[in-house]
């Protein structure tokens, strides 16, 4: 199995990068985003736990996040490999999939960052958000506090990784077809 990590601030292109790379290395995209919406429109039993912090304002907790993520990950025993997009996010929950991984014989293959400036990122947003209908993507003020959460809590993890040999910075500015190559080169290399 090739497991990926991969990581990028809003707007930095996770999401059209996955499309492209789940099809070409027949990988399996999961995004923490899609599964906690299945989970809560589902009302799984992790969906209602899961509820409950929300509905409290709290943050889901990394071990209930990683109960989701895993038990996605168990829905796809023969896949090539995970394209993980929005998780890890934290120190505990790279520790818990490293964890995870391992008791089924797999690794986290590589991290791979998408890296762009972000005055280019919120005008993208923005764009994004006249077309989008997502409120997080129409204030400005909301998008650069997404960003400050972001550098807060995934400077840690690259340095996690970075320590493993595992991550892989990657601009992620240019067309798509020009990133999509810089980030299939990094997976070709492994």
Known sequence: MTNIVLFGKPGAG???????????YK??????GDVFRFNLKNDTEL?????VYMDAGDL?????TTKMLIDE????PDTNGILFDGYPRT????????????????TVAATIALEADDEILVQRL???GKTSGRIDDQDEEK???????????????????????????????????????????VIDNL
Do not use: C, W
């Open 47 to 51: 969906g209602k736990q899961a509820r």
């Open 143 to 185: 998008i650069r506090n997404r960003y400050q959460e972001y550098n807060e809590k995934t400077a840690p993890l690259m340095h996690y990784y970075d320590e493993q040999g595992k991550f892989f910075a990657v601009n992620g500015i240019g067309s798509i077809a020009e990133i999509t190559e810089r980030v299939s080169n």
């Open 27 to 32: 990988l399996t995209h999961i995004s923490t």
């Open 126 to 128: 923005l764009e994004r």
């Open 73 to 76: 990950v168990n829905k796809h």
């Open 91 to 106: 120190i505990s929950q790279a520790e818990a999939l490293d964890a995870f991984l391992t008791s089924i014989g797999s």
């Open 14 to 24: 996770k999401g059209t990068q996955a499309e492209f790379l789940k099809e070409k």
């Open 60 to 64: 889901v907790p990394d071990e209930l």
